[in-house]
């Protein structure tokens, strides 16, 4: 009698698409957390003031087209021009102040660049504004 194994060339199959989905909702998540987590942040409690704002410290330097010179309301001449906006600016402040220039737009840009260029040796920044003549 001739007993011979069978050989059965059945596998076994396992189904993995359960597995496929806890898999890739696991990796969603890691995903997500991931982004929302910054290892680098450092946790500090500041102090608070009664105001957390400072207001801006700006000087308004009006040019008109006759050529005369305002600071804020009142007139000046340009040689009086550097004491008078020292004067109005604090440097050292943490707050770096700013001188605002309007002028007529019939105003040479020189005269709005000298008046910029006091206002930066005096450690402000500027900035200037040209509206109106006809």
Known sequence: MSIRK?????HADLDTGP??????????????????????VIKMS????KSDTKAKQSVIVSINKNRDIFLGQN???FDSLEPAL????RVGDSIKPAVVVNADSLVS?????????????????????????K
């Open 6 to 10: 069978r050989l059965k060339d059945e």
């Open 19 to 40: 597995l496929n989905d806890i898999l890739f909702i696991l990796m969603f998540f890691f995903l997500i957390i991931s982004t929302l987590a910054n290892p680098n």
């Open 46 to 49: 500041n102090p608070r003031a």
């Open 75 to 77: 007139k000046i001449i």
């Open 86 to 89: 020292r004067r109005h600016i």
């Open 109 to 133: 840009w020189g005269d709005i660049v000298r008046i910029m260029q006091v206002a930066k040796k005096l450690g402000a920044t500027t900035s200037a504004s040209v509206s109106g003549g």
